[in-house]
């Protein structure tokens, strides 16, 4: 094991030291990114007490999750040095896992005192925050979770809601944040994947039981996973309250769309907890951003104690997930598929980090170097955040070639950092590709 560990530190030295031009060119590309005009203002949802203006270009958007609130959290400060115009807490933002809401409050307090999390709200950050399952109550909790009233009311505190907030009310603490002028709109929509989440189904003795090699060793632990695919569409992850308040959200008009869930969308091989879980869900969410034409969908994600980028691509959503007993890839109706891929970054840990295991993922992109689990590209191990930067400027070559003056083709560059703000992670798309 410490043969293993040595390798993995090594892998992260070697990323972060291979990183920098990486550093350099998305440096470029935010300098470039500032218009030389500013377009007129439409103010949509009202900003909570924080830095960032409604009408405010959004350039670049941090994300992090899993962060042990009283051990230091070297990536979440390596975060807040770049001054993000936006950072979104993905969940298990602390690790409360009680029923005693004292305990609760003095893991918040210990939070509060992260020197990463006051320089962020000490500067011009916008900061967000949607729950899982350890902030929410306990280890893989949904609807069961008794004290989620209790846990939803210190959440709101927290993170600054206003008193009138619907987030202190209704069920979940689901949100939607709208940034950014007229042409360049951010919408940060921040989902609850636990106050209404169908319990989980779990393995059992009558189910074939998996290989040794198969298990992560958290199983071995005793410590949660090992979740099956739900059959019954009568479970659900979202309720029907936060489904119909979504398909209004996917109709406000904006160029860019995060949809923060804590758990993975795109990764569905595995047995922890994701999506994939309720993959009935999975497949309804394609379906409706696809009903509502909603273009410039990335989804965020954390709770996985790793860092990787991973995509659904056209053709490629499943109807239910590869099981170790089912390999075979069952694909969702042609009618379902998404009309441009749907990309997944997983932020996650800001202090938490995994232990060395294997997983498949058939939608992951890229590879963290000798820091990879496996051999189809590799996650990132260590503590780090992501990072979503937008260059709004971008010049389309191709029209520039054909003779036309500036067309802006705006990209985003989707990356995983390390915990020295070094690139470990990268993926660029135009966001023309996504609709
Ligand atoms: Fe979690």
């Known amino acids: 094991m410490a043969t293993i560990l040595r390798a993995v530190l090594a892998a992260g030295v070697l990323a972060a030291a291979g990183a920098t031009w990486i550093r350099a060119d998305v440096a470029a590309s935010v300098a470039a990114a500032v218009p030389e005009v500013v377009p007129a203002v439409v103010p949509v949802v009202a900003p909570a007490a924080d830095a960032l203006a409604a009408d405010a270009l959004v350039v670049t958007i941090a994300l992090g999750s899993c962060i042990k609130e009283d051990q ?120 609850d994947a636990r106050f209404n989440r169908s319990p989980l189904k779990r393995r059992t003795p009558s189910d074939t039981p998996l290989p040794r090699g198969q298990r992560g060793e958290w199983w071995s632990a005793g410590y949660g996973g090992d979740y099956l695919a739900h059959t019954d569409t009568t479970t659900t992850l979202l309720g029907e309250a936060q489904w119909a308040w979504l398909e209004e959200q996917l109709k406000v008009p904006a160029e860019v769309r995060l949809i923060a869930s804590s758990v993975q969308f795109a990764s569905e091989e595995h047995r922890f907890e994701s999506w994939a879980n309720f993959p009935h869900e999975r497949v309804r969410m394609a379906r409706l951003i696809k009903r509502t034409g909603a273009a410039g ?95 709004w400027d971008q010049r389309s070559e191709r029209r520039a070639r054909q003779g036309e003056a500036h067309v802006p083709d705006p990209t985003l560059t989707l990356e995983i950092r390390d915990a020295r703000g070094a690139g470990v992670l990268r993926h660029q798309v135009r966001l023309a590709e996504l609709k």
């Open 72 to 191: 230091p959290s070297p990536a979440l400060e390596a975060a807040a040095r770049i001054q993000p115009d936006v950072f979104v807490f993905l969940g298990d933002n602390i690790y409360g896992d009680s029923t005693d809401m004292e305990v609760f409050r003095t893991k918040y307090a210990n939070l509060e005192a992260q020197p990463g999390l006051r320089a962020l709200r000490a500067g011009p950050t916008r900061v967000l925050a949607t729950w899982d399952d350890h902030d929410f109550g306990d280890n893989d909790m949904g609807v069961e979770y008794t004290m989620k009233r209790q846990t939803q009311a210190i959440f709101c505190d927290f993170w600054k809601e206003p008193a009138d907030s619907k987030r202190r009310t209704r069920d979940g603490i689901y949100d939607s944040v709208l940034l950014g002028p007229q042409g360049q709109r951010v919408q940060i929509i921040l989902l």
């Open 297 to 391: 969908v990335v989804f965020a994600s954390g709770d996985r104690h790793w860092g990787e980028l991973s995509a659904v691509r056209p053709g490629k959503l499943t109807s239910t997930p590869p099981t170790f007993e089912d390999p075979s890839i069952k694909l969702a109706s042609d009618a379902d598929q998404p009309t441009y891929p749907l990309f997944d970054v997983t932020a996650s840990a800001l202090n938490r980090s995994a232990s060395v295991r294997t997983e498949r993922n058939m939608h992951r992109l890229g590879d963290a170097g000798e820091g990879k689990a496996n051999d189809q590209g590799g996650p990132y191990l260590l503590g780090n955040f992501g990072l979503i930067t937008i260059n």
